[in-house]
């Protein structure tokens, strides 16, 4: 028995079990039995021609498969402990299927990582009873996939480590998927996550690590990625695999997607970097009608990272602006509300609004809420919002400032005056963040406004609005001060 093995045997201190390690550099999987003090090998291969065979032959239960790609991308991570139970006939000497549970953690050993597990059966299985968890906080429960917190280590991980070549970052989102919800319910909501959750496991393979971010957001990191047609390939394939879903329950009323895609090495070395770029090149493939991909080229889209904080203002362009760009329009938006320059504005919210990809930005302004401008007069009556805003209880709706109603079909029972009042403005999404004077007093409003049916604010669209707003008040705090 090698010197590996003895420690593996040693730390795991648990000789009646089946024991494993895998070499994270090398890719080497050992199985084995340990039998007075003799290693007795099931398995001693390379561990992606291992996990292949195992599926091959049917030695895992078919209901428990995607815990057991789980378990096999989870080894490879190296980045973290975990338990799996699945059934499957892998370690049972009669081939027989048996319930197994599996515990493994990362460690080092000469200077090399690798990952240490223990295995064994907890007892034999009839097929009635299907036991699907996982100890600990590293898979999410309803696909099967890594959590939040899990591929979020592993991407960083990934991502950061100069050995390892080009991979892509990939954020994928589904489509009004609210709108899923609300007209088929929550429980085939959830059945539709699990079935995208298997086509992007299907697809990406052995070839990346998946997870899902929160509600139908997910995110890829893609191995070898040097090739775009080959991003192009596999991100294709997803995206065409989802319309297929369901078709005897949903007709031509399609599942679809919109993936924005980053990638190390050319983007950034930075996972944050890249996970941003990536949120961006979503946030532009959902402006662009969704059911697609964007691929992020900053000679396309943009800088979205940058030092250079003396940018030109590009007015009447096309140019995505990145968030130094913002920065910048927001202070000068503030000046110009405060030193009274205001045939400025309606050019700076155009800037601003096609930035953001809104369809409208509109600034009120003093005690009796005065419209200084609007991004898009033609879409707008001036005189509507002064009626409401005079009523106190509106601003009840605002929380920490903010007031955001991403469908007003949602608010229709709840608030059906609110509601009336947007439907006559021909709003469908909006958001609206209060300024206030140095005493705390409202004295301004910013509102942001979707008028196309079915489209809303992404996240990322949600916190660069409300960025924007706290620099425009802070810029009028400071200058009122002075």
């Known amino acids: 028995m090698n010197e590996l093995s003895k420690f593996a045997k040693d730390f795991i201190s648990l000789s009646e079990n089946?024991?494993?390690?895998?070499?994270?550099?090398?890719?080497?999987?050992?199985?084995?039995?340990?039998?007075?003090?003799?290693?007795?090998?099931?398995?001693?291969?390379?561990?992606?021609e291992w996990e292949d065979e195992a599926l091959a032959e049917n030695k895992v239960a078919d209901e428990d498969v995607s815990i057991f790609k789980i378990f096999c991308n989870s080894i490879k991570s190296c980045i973290a402990k975990g338990t799996y139970t699945f059934h499957s006939s892998l370690i049972s000497p009669d081939d027989s299927i048996v319930s197994c549970k599996v515990s493994f953690v990362p460690k080092k050993f000469d200077d090399a990582q690798y990952v240490l597990g223990e295995w064994h059966i907890i007892s034999e299985y009839n097929g009635d009873t299907i036991e699907h968890y996982t100890k600990g906080s590293y898979v999410d429960p309803l696909t099967g996939m890594f959590n939040q917190k899990s591929i979020v280590?592993?991407?960083?991980?990934?991502?950061?480590?100069?050995?390892?070549?080009?991979?892509?970052?990939?954020?994928?989102?589904?489509?009004?998927?609210?709108?899923?919800?609300?007209?088929?319910?929550?429980?085939?909501g959830d059945r539709v996550l699990q079935s995208v959750a298997e086509v992007i496991r299907g697809v990406i393979g052995s070839n990346g690590v998946e997870g899902r971010?929160?509600?139908?957001?997910?995110?890829?990191?893609?191995?070898?990625?040097?090739?775009?047609?080959?991003?192009?390939?596999?991100?294709?394939?997803?995206?065409?695999?989802?319309?297929?879903?369901?078709?005897?329950?949903?007709?031509?009323?399609?599942?679809?997607?919109?993936?924005?895609?980053?990638?190390?090495?050319?983007?950034?070395?930075?996972?944050?970097?890249?996970?941003?770029?990536?949120?961006?090149?979503?946030?532009?493939?959902?402006?662009?009608?969704?059911?697609?991909?964007?691929?992020?080229k900053p000679e396309m889209h943009g800088q979205i990272l940058s030092d250079n904080f003396e940018m030109e203002y590009n007015i009447g362009t096309d140019k995505v602006y990145s968030d130094i760009d913002l920065y910048k329009t927001a202070t000068l938006l503030a000046k110009v509300v405060a030193d009274g320059t205001r045939e400025r504005l309606p050019s700076l919210l155009e800037q601003l609004t096609r930035a953001l990809m809104f369809d409208r930005v509109t600034i009120f302004w003093g005690k009796n809420f005065e419209m200084l401008a609007t991004s898009n007069p033609e879409l707008y009556d001036a005189d509507v919002y002064p009626q409401i805003l005079d009523n106190g209880y509106y601003f009840d709706m605002f929380s920490d400032e903010m007031l955001l109603i991403r469908n007003i079909n949602l608010i229709k029972g709840s608030m059906p005056d609110v509601y009336k009042f947007l439907q006559e403005l021909g709003i469908s999404s909006t958001m609206q963040h209060l300024l206030r004077d140095k005493n705390g007093a409202i004295f301004g409003l910013i509102i942001a406004d979707e008028c196309q049916e079915n489209r809303t604010f992404p996240q990322i669209a949600v916190q660069t609005f409300s960025f924007i707003c706290k620099i425009i008040n802070s810029v009028l705090l400071n200058t009122e001060a002075s």
């Open 213 to 296: 971010m929160a509600g139908d957001e997910f995110m890829i990191i893609l191995n070898d990625a040097d090739d775009e047609l080959i991003v192009r390939n596999y991100v294709r394939a997803i995206k065409t695999n989802i319309t297929t879903l369901f078709p005897e329950i949903l007709g031509d009323d399609k599942i679809t997607c919109s993936m924005g895609i980053s990638r190390s090495r050319m983007n950034s070395n930075i996972y944050e970097e890249l996970y941003k770029i990536a949120e961006r090149a979503l946030y532009i493939a959902k402006q662009k009608g969704k059911n697609r991909y964007v691929i992020y």
């Open 153 to 188: 280590e592993y991407a960083r991980k990934r991502l950061e480590n100069t050995n390892f070549g080009q991979s892509a970052l990939i954020l994928l989102n589904l489509d009004d998927f609210s709108r899923i919800n609300s007209i088929y319910g929550h429980k085939f």
């Open 18 to 48: 089946a024991m494993f390690y895998y070499n994270c550099e090398s890719n080497e999987f050992r199985l084995f039995w340990i039998n007075y003090d003799r290693m007795v090998d099931i398995a001693n291969m390379d561990f992606d």
